[in-house]
């Protein structure tokens, strides 16, 4: 392990969770479609990290391993999904259930791994998983869900799914190539198909008003480059379930954004789900932790 990654840890940690807070409210405030703002976050980002890549180690690493390559370009194709449901759920349900819904991505790791990997969850984690699911069940339960639209709640949690499976694919690729190779491939990708996305639905992606256009620019350097690319950076030293726990603080940074920019308040019955998501993908990491 880096011992510079392991000293800079704490730092980058801070750095990764106040970036990805903002990511909700800026899509909301930049008064563009989801698709938009997903396809010039990922495309904004991954044209600067190939313009530092190419004019530092170059793409020889990831050219000469095609399975990496690949490995990497199904990670945008997870990545472009990801975004676009989940951004999309954010126009449907408040703020906090939305980003309370998609940092479930732990708990399809924590599967992920038991399927894959052959690593059953351990009691603590199976407790973890439980009380989460049962967070985001009750999300969909009228006497919580009245005000806004479900759908959001099912768009968020297939974004979790789609997160989780390209923070593994991330994990398997930076053990062997360069962030900037893999970041660079991986967010062009990703916006090359949420392109072709925008373009068989007929979304508009590029006639907005210099004003949106900085909160694109916004998205791609605050919680794409200061979140998504840190914990890319921080893959290739620790192990999955550690990076993504990161995010277990991004709903209540995003639920405090809300509030202050947006005027969203949080009901008794959001918050009590919210903290059994919360509380439920922390014990679901914790007992990964003990036996990591």
């Known amino acids: 392990m880096s011992r510079i990654a392991t000293r800079l840890a704490p730092l980058l940690y801070l750095v990764i969770v106040l970036s990805i807070s903002s990511a909700s409210i800026l899509v909301l405030l930049s008064g563009a479609s989801a698709v938009a703002c997903a396809f010039w976050r990922t495309l904004v980002a991954g044209v600067l990290m190939t313009a530092v890549c190419a004019s530092s180690s170059g793409f020889a690493g990831i050219t000469h391993k095609y399975k990496y390559l690949i490995y ?65 069940v009750l999300f969909l339960h009228p006497g919580i869900s009245t005000g806004y639209d479900v759908v959001g709640v099912v768009l968020a949690l297939a974004s979790a799914i789609a997160a989780a499976t390209y923070f593994n694919l991330g994990r398997v690729v930076r053990k062997k190539v360069g962030l900037g190779e893999y970041t660079s491939v991986t967010y062009l990708v990703s916006a090359a198909v949420t392109a072709i996305y925008a373009a068989v639905n007929s979304e508009n992606i590029v006639t907005y008003p210099p004003r949106t256009y900085a909160y694109f620019i916004l998205l791609a350097v605050i919680p794409m480059i200061g979140g998504h690319t840190l914990m890319n950076y921080l893959l290739r030293y620790f192990k999955t379930h550690i990076i993504t726990s990161l995010s277990f603080i991004e ?27 919360l509380v439920g993908v922390f014990i679901t990491v914790l007992g990964g932790l003990k036996v990591a």
């Open 72 to 136: 990497s370009t199904v990670a945008g194709v997870m990545l472009s999904a990801h975004f676009i449901m989940w951004m999309k759920s954010l126009f449907l349900v408040p703020v906090a259930v939305s980003t309370t819904t998609v940092i479930t991505y732990p708990l399809f790791n924590a599967l992920a791994d038991a399927v894959l990997l052959r690593e059953p969850p351990t009691k603590m984690q199976v407790v973890g998983m439980l009380l989460a699911f049962t967070g985001v």
């Open 251 to 277: 709903p209540l940074g995003a639920s405090v954004l809300a509030y202050l920019f947006l005027g969203q308040h949080i009901t008794a019955y959001i918050a009590i789900s919210m903290s059994l998501v």
